[in-house]
């Protein structure tokens, strides 16, 4: 009986052990998970920064040639009308001896011919043109916006991969504890039934003790 319950006892010190060595091994794998998830995260930081950073230059870029579109149409405001007198003679000069054409030869100008024609193939080129800063936003907008995308979805993954993991080890550990207490009730009953029978061996040897000396007596 005393062998029996010396092999239990070694059977479940090697279980815990195990049990242990289970353990550690699925704590250094979340450790893993997790120093990964912060590489990740640090990456994807990174990524929103430069995305930040290109913005703030392409508003400042805009804002820049905002400036300078203002400041020219400022100067050439100022310069037409410092202009103004003089075009204004000229063109009594011009009307005058468009005038006096009309009165000589009788015939009558078509202005319209000198008018500038805004045709469908000149407002898609300066469409092309204006929105040409837009069109490289959008793609660098797309391409980060992807990115960003791609980055979210793995970490969704991997968060559903930390949660199964976290779930595994405490089914594990559930499993574990109630082993640990089936075992630690089982080796309770066995210690008591090992007092009960030193008790019964001990009662038996005084007994034959006293039988010795009885008969020794006699």
Sequence with gaps: YINNTRINRFIYSNEVSDLDTKIQEKAMKVDMDICRRIDITAKLCDVAQQRNSEDMRYVCEYKGESEEQSVETDGDSG??????????????????????LRETFE??????????????????????????????????DRSLGSLINETESLFKTREQEYQDTIGQIELELTTAKNDMNR??????EMCSMKRGLDVQMETCRRLIQSTATTGRLV
């Design 183 to 188: 075992h630690l009730h089982e080796y309770m």
């Design 79 to 100: 310069q037409k009308e410092e202009d103004v007198p003089g075009s204004l003679n000229i063109t009594d000069e011009m009307k005058r001896m468009l005038n006096q």
């Design 107 to 140: 015939f009558d100008d078509d202005c319209d011919s000198l008018a500038w024609e805004e045709t469908e193939e000149t407002l898609l080129l300066w469409e092309d043109f204006s929105n040409y800063n837009s069109l490289n936003l959008a793609t660098t």
